[in-house]
Structures are given as structure tokens and as C-alpha cells.
């Protein structure tokens, strides 16, 4: 049973370019939530996918985005990168949009230079 | 705002001790309390307490919730060097509308030593 699985594990950009970051949910799950994670910090909430709609949303400006696809698999797009964006992007899948128990990825390591 | 405060940040035991990990919260309409295990990037779920549950236990960690006095720990008897991980708090609210969000705390780095 393949759990969360996300791509890439590790990713170099620079000031002002574009990122995107995808996310596969863990079998029979419905729901992706997008988790920021800065060193020696927890997980901050970024957004949550239900249905390929944007569910819920955590205090992030608009440069993050994302999306859903029919096959519940998910990416997180980040535009106009700042230093403040290095941190480990988690992903997290879940069985319906209410279910609190999340199955987190192994994350992306995202270092803005 | 939802918060999770967790203490101590970092804590370092022999084998064979016992630990106490805290984590005292703020929540409207509490829904659920969560620990989870980082030992390297992913954090793996330990245990869910909710009002109808407010006790588990699974091998040699434990976790109790105290609804009224806002906090739940996590223990961990008999430490081995494979606890080493950072061990993260997280609350669920209920929400009125669809969807579900945890507030997590900073996490207690526990380093067991041989």
C-alpha cells in the first residue's frame, strides 16, 4: 500500500522564480492538505484540496496556489520565491475533507538562494 | 487564533528512563488532540484524543487529555535510542464548514542516549 508520496525530495531556486511541488495521497484517500514547516518550527497550515476545490485555507499570501486533479493527487505552486520560503513543504492526505487523522509525505526540502 | 504550546523544546534521557512530554492548548470548539512522530522528515501519527477517548496507550508510550485543564502529555517508558525523534502536538477545531486544519506546536526534540 503506497502511502503519501511527494516530488522532488530536495529543490535549489533562486529569488523571484516559480516552484511547484506535487503530492500523490496515500490509497483510497480524498483529501491533500499543504503543510510549511521552517527549521526548528512545526508544521504551519497552508491549504486544504477536497473535491478539487480549495476547502480551507491557513494565513498564506496569495503567491501560494494549487490544485487538485481528478485523481486526488495534488500540487503547490509558490510564484515570486522569497528567502522566507526555504522550508520542508508537507504534504498530507486524509479520507474526506473532515477527517483530522492526516498521513503526512516525506516533504520537500525547498532552499531559496 | 488556535495554539499549541509544547514543553520542553528539547530534552535528552539515558536509555531505560521515562519521559513526560507537555502540551498545553488553545482551541474554539475543540474537536481533537493529535501527537505525531518526526523522526526525519515525515511525521508518522501516534495518537488521536477526543472527548469520548481521552486515554491511549499503545506498547510503551501513553497519552492522556485533560479537556478541562486544556493540555495532554505523552509518555514514553523504558526509552530506546530508535525514540530519538522530534514529537510534535497538534489540535483540530471543529469547523463549521467543510474541511479540517491542525495547529501544531514547535515539537519537543527528545534525544535518547545509549
Known amino acids: 500500500d503506497a502511502g503519501v508520496t511527494q516530488s522532488p525530495t530536495h529543490l535549489i531556486k533562486t529569488r523571484g522564480q516559480q516552484v511547484t511541488l506535487r503530492c500523490s495521497p496515500k490509497?483510497?484517500?480524498?483529501?491533500v492538505s499543504w503543510y510549511q514547516q521552517a527549521l526548528g518550527q512545526g508544521p504551519q497550515f497552508i491549504f486544504q484540496?477536497?473535491?478539487?476545490?480549495?476547502?480551507q485555507r491557513g494565513n498564506f499570501p496569495d503567491r501560494f496556489s494549487g490544485h487538485q486533479f481528478p485523481n486526488y493527487s495534488s500540487e503547490l505552486n509558490v510564484n515570486a520565491l522569497l528567502l522566507g520560503d526555504s522550508a520542508l513543504y508537507l504534504c498530507?492526505?486524509?479520507?474526506?475533507?473532515?477527517?483530522?487523522?492526516?498521513?503526512f509525505g516525506s516533504g520537500t526540502q525547498l532552499s531559496v538562494l | 487564533e488556535d495554539k499549541v504550546v509544547q514543553s520542553p523544546l528539547s530534552l535528552v534521557v539515558h536509555e531505560g528512563d521515562t519521559v513526560t512530554l507537555n502540551c498545553s492548548y488553545e482551541?474554539?470548539?475543540?474537536?481533537?488532540l493529535l501527537w505525531y512522530k518526526q523522526e526525519k522528515k515525515a511525521p508518522t501519527f501516534l495518537f488521536m484524543l477526543?472527548?469520548?477517548?481521552i486515554e491511549k496507550k499503545s506498547g510503551r508510550l501513553s497519552s492522556i487529555l485533560d479537556k478541562k485543564e486544556l493540555f495532554s502529555i505523552l509518555n514514553i517508558t523504558a526509552t530506546q535510542t530508535g525514540d530519538s525523534a522530534i514529537y510534535l502536538c497538534?489540535?483540530?477545531?471543529?469547523?463549521?464548514?467543510?474541511?479540517?486544519?491542525?495547529?501544531f506546536g514547535e515539537g519537543t526534540q527528545l534525544t535518547v542516549n545509549p
Open positions: 482551541v474554539t470548539n475543540f474537536r481533537s
Open positions: 484540496y477536497y473535491e478539487e476545490e480549495e476547502r
Open positions: 498530507a492526505s486524509s479520507w474526506a475533507s473532515s477527517s483530522e487523522k492526516l498521513f
Open positions: 477526543t472527548s469520548s477517548g
Open positions: 490509497s483510497g484517500h480524498d483529501t
Open positions: 497538534a489540535v483540530a477545531p471543529i469547523r463549521e464548514t467543510s474541511g479540517s486544519r491542525l495547529t
